[in-house]
Structures are given as structure tokens and as C-alpha cells.
């Protein structure tokens, strides 16, 4: 089987931001047992480390919902936004007063707080102090994806109107938007390394637990929603594990007969 994983509300908790040791061993046994085993997250490369895999080791990464794709060491497929895409989504979130993490993958970039609009992207953005991170002049040809906040719902879709043939939007709630390429998600990542594999996508199984684990979930030939998970991930999964912590990934793969 070729196995996809999500990482944040999967492979690791939210609140302690920790792989179980449940989780670590089944990925292990599961490879072991001759399963592909392979992070699918939206996260880009710069945030997917060994802190964050507790040193398991995976087959592959497919990163940044489908922008970034890598498999044994080597990267196959990376999406980023041209310099002249770069300039007008920039002048497009000014425009529309949309206040952005700009995600690349080897760096993110924010507005100077000053020119944030939104008193409470303020406060999400300074949660980060300690990070480093590049100005949106910065960011020019050199991000993938964007995770966006409009407290009023009309500035986002004036700026979706305005990007409609070039960008796709997933609703993360509470009024933030995870914003790719067109045509980019964690779906058209697996039906990618399947095919470079030439597996069919009958052996493939994703495992997550929110709203941009969706598209995922309904592509794949099994989905397993975490017992976490959304209200439409559970109702649309295969089978609805335990939570993170409860050794969720462990009884999943239990489940698929991987162990």
C-alpha cells in the first residue's frame, strides 16, 4: 500500500506538537512491512523536520497541499509563484485589506505589523516572535502558497473573484483561508507519486483530519479520518480512528492490516 499521511491533528497532537510513540513505531513497523509511507501536509519543507517526525523515517514528502514534491531524498515537483504572480497577489491582498503568511520553502514572509490590518492576525503573527521571517518585497518568486485572514468574509471573496482562474481556496474557519496554485492540492500530489510509482490509486490510503485533508481523503482508494477529525472529514472517511493521542495512527494501521 502506498500510505499518505497528514501531519498536524495526525501524525502529531495540537497541543504538544509531538509525534505519539505509538505512531512513530507503527510507521516504522508499517515500512518495515514493505508499505510506502509518505507525509502529506501543508506545511512547506522549511516547517517539516526531524523535530516534527520524531526521527521516523518516511518514503517521501508531499508538501505544501501539492506544491512540493519529494521521494527518497529527491524532489520531483515544485510549484512556486512567479515573480510577476508574486507582485499581484501581494497588490491583490493590499488591495482587498487581507492580511497574509506568505509560505515558501525555504522561507515565510509577513506584512510589517504596522501594516497588518487586522488586530487579530496581529496577534496570531506575533505568537511567532522568535521566527525570522522575510517582508513581502522579499517574498517575490519565492513562495508557494498563502495562509490568509480577512475578518470580513467580502474582502476574501472580492480577492478570490479577482484570482479565479489562478488560485484555490480552502476554508480554514474563523475567517483564515490556506490559498494555493490552481490545480495544486494533497489529491493531485498522490495521483503525482502514484504515478511515478505506477501504483494504481485503488492501493492508495490517506489519513487526516481537517479541511484541507478533504480533498485527500476523497481521492484516495481507502481514507482514514482521525477520531479528531472534522465533523465532514469523519462523516466522509472509510473509518474513523482514534485520536492522536488515544494512538490513533497505530489502530488505523492496525485497521488496513499494515502491521
Not at 502506498?2 to 512513530?24: K, N, V, W, Y
Not at 501581494?90 to 488586530?119: F, Q, T, W
Not at 511515478?196 to 481521492?219: Q, Y
Request: net charge negative; glycine share 10%.
Amino acid at each position: 500500500m502506498l500510505i499518505f499521511f497528514d501531519i498536524d491533528g495526525t501524525l502529531i497532537d495540537e497541543r504538544e506538537h509531538r509525534m505519539p510513540e505509538s505512531a512513530r513505531d507503527a510507521v516504522s513497523r508499517a515500512r518495515e512491512n514493505g508499505h510506502i509511507c509518505m507525509i502529506n501536509t501543508g506545511r512547506t519543507r522549511r516547517l517539516v523536520g526531524a523535530d516534527i517526525t520524531g526521527g521516523v523515517a518516511f518514503d517521501g514528502l508531499l508538501l505544501g497541499c501539492g506544491t512540493m514534491i519529494t521521494y527518497g531524498g529527491q524532489t520531483l515537483f515544485h510549484r512556486t509563484f512567479s515573480g510577476e504572480q508574486s507582485l499581484r497577489i501581494v497588490e491583490g491582498l493590499r488591495s482587498h485589506g487581507i492580511d497574509a503568511l506568505l509560505e515558501g520553502s525555504e522561507n515565510d514572509y509577513i506584512e510589517s505589523y504596522d501594516r497588518m490590518v487586522h488586530p487579530y492576525f496581529r496577534e496570531y503573527a506575533q505568537k511567532f516572535a522568535n521566527t525570522s521571517f522575510g517582508s513581502w518585497e522579499d517574498a517575490v518568486g519565492c513562495f508557494d502558497k498563502l495562509f490568509a485572514y480577512a475578518e470580513d468574509r467580502r474582502r476574501m471573496d472580492a480577492f478570490a473573484d479577482s484570482f479565479s482562474g489562478e488560485l484555490d481556496f480552502i476554508d480554514r474557519q474563523r475567517g483564515f483561508f490556506e490559498i494555493i496554485p490552481k490545480g495544486c492540492s494533497k489529491a493531485s500530489a498522490m495521483e503525482y507519486i502514484a504515478g511515478f510509482l505506477k501504483l494504481p490509486m485503488e492501493e492508495t490510503v490517506a489519513i487526516g483530519d481537517s479541511s484541507n485533508d478533504i480533498a485527500m481523503l476523497k481521492r484516495a482508494g481507502r481514507s482514514i479520518a482521525m477520531g479528531n477529525g472534522t465533523k465532514e472529514v469523519r462523516e466522509l472517511a472509510d473509518y474513523v480512528t482514534t485520536t492522536v493521542e488515544e494512538d490513533g495512527i497505530r489502530n488505523a494501521l492496525e485497521w488496513l492490516g499494515a502491521l
